[in-house]
Nanobody
Framework: QVQLVESGGGLAQAGGSLTLSCAPS????????MGWFRQAPGKEREFVAT???????LYADSVKGRFTISRDNAKNAVYLQMPSLEPEDTAVYYC????????????????WGQGTQVTVSA
């Protein structure tokens, strides 16, 4: 069982930036694809970005060109850089992992973190 721990959420003003981090607690998953998803109040959990173990990335259209996902395989960590934040980015952000390649569908990920809140004020 891979357990994931997110950090880096918080409050930001519109136009500001935050960087989220995610690392496994206990068993690692060095060849896992890692993803970020988010869930805003009253909405479904949605895909944000994913990166596989050799660094290939996929992004949701809503964040493409704005957010950057990266990973440090030596630390088994994944990051989400979020500059130019908008109020619409307000959500709980979840880190997820799966064996194999990247997927944008949340049901493809068996391992999840507890989430970290990101709030962007106008």
């Amino acid at each position: 069982q891979v357990q994931l721990v997110e950090s880096g959420g918080g409050l930001a003003q519109a136009g500001g930036s935050l960087t989220l981090s995610c690392a496994p607690s206990g068993r690692t998953c060095g060849d896992c694809a890692m993803g970020w998803f988010r869930q805003a109040p009253g909405k479904e959990r949605e895909f944000v970005a994913t990166i596989d173990w050799i660094g290939r990335r996929l992004y949701a259209d809503s964040v493409k060109g704005r957010f950057t996902i990266s990973r440090d395989n030596a630390k088994n960590a994944v990051y989400l850089q979020m500059p130019s934040l908008e109020p619409e980015d307000t959500a709980v952000y979840y880190c997820a992992a799966r064996y194999g390649g990247s997927r944008s569908e949340k049901t493809e990920y068996p391992f999840w973190g507890q989430g970290t809140q990101v709030t962007v004020s106008a």
